[in-house]
């Protein structure tokens, strides 16, 4: 069955400090993932997709098909990144997206 | 920049009524979805929508829920009969013919059935 984990619910970090959201995929054909992220009372907006290989506000992701992982990394965290986290898996045909539960990020000054 | 839009952002219903949740997708894109997120819990798929015609559903979305595209701008989720546990935030979503497989998402609409 396709699925999306995000182990953590709640990440705090403090201002400055790396941060890394873990977003593991069970997938058998060939994923597409996603990250979006949801700033306090805004629609989800898309942050990353592992096609494009960018860096979008100094947030990576890499695609790692051997631990069937796609975590979203940053070297150094800034307040304003404080938002929900979701990583989403895509599938072929209807291209619906499975959605991990999310991972709320709370940077600290 | 153009956006998919919801209306209402909220909506509140008693047991047993209609709903009918709105949005009008972004004008050039011809696949369409609903998601909804229900309180504390992830974001599910619901439906997609292609050509005029459902192109999967969920086992959520049964005989109580229905899509349409009543005049080329407007995609609508319709509850028939709505249940409590329908209570949920109902996220419309659309992205463009082609390979990006990007899915734009509307704000919202929270639904609270009382």
């Known amino acids: 069955a396709q699925r999306v984990t995000q182990p953590e619910k709640l990440l705090s970090v403090f201002k400055g400090a790396p941060v890394e959201l873990k977003c593991n995929y069970s997938y058998s054909g060939s994923p597409e993932l996603f990250w979006y992220v949801q700033y306090s009372r805004q629609r989800l907006q898309l942050l990353l997709r592992?096609?494009s290989r960018e860096s979008i506000k100094g947030f990576t992701a890499d695609l790692n098909k051997g631990e069937t992982s796609f975590h979203l990394k940053k070297p150094f965290a800034q307040e304003e990144d404080s938002a929900m986290y979701y990583c989403a898996l895509t599938t072929s045909g209807t291209y619906k997206y499975i959605f991990g539960t999310g991972t709320r990020l709370k940077v600290l000054a | 920049e153009p956006e998919v839009t919801q209306t209402p952002s909220h909506q509140v219903t008693q047991m047993g009524q209609e709903v009918i949740l709105r949005c009008v997708p972004i004008s050039n894109h011809l696949y369409f979805y609903w998601y909804r997120q229900i309180l504390g819990q992830k974001v599910e798929f619901l439906v997609s929508f292609y050509n005029n015609e459902i192109s999967e559903k969920s086992e959520i979305f049964d005989d109580q829920f229905s899509v349409e595209r009543p005049d080329g701008s407007n995609f609508t989720l319709k509850i028939r009969s709505t249940k409590l546990e329908d209570s949920a935030m109902y996220f419309c979503?659309?992205?463009?013919?082609?390979?990006?497989?990007?899915?734009?998402f509307g704000a919202g609409t929270r639904l609270s059935v009382l």
């Open positions: 592992h096609i």
């Open positions: 979503a659309s992205r463009e013919q082609g390979l990006k497989n990007i899915q734009y």
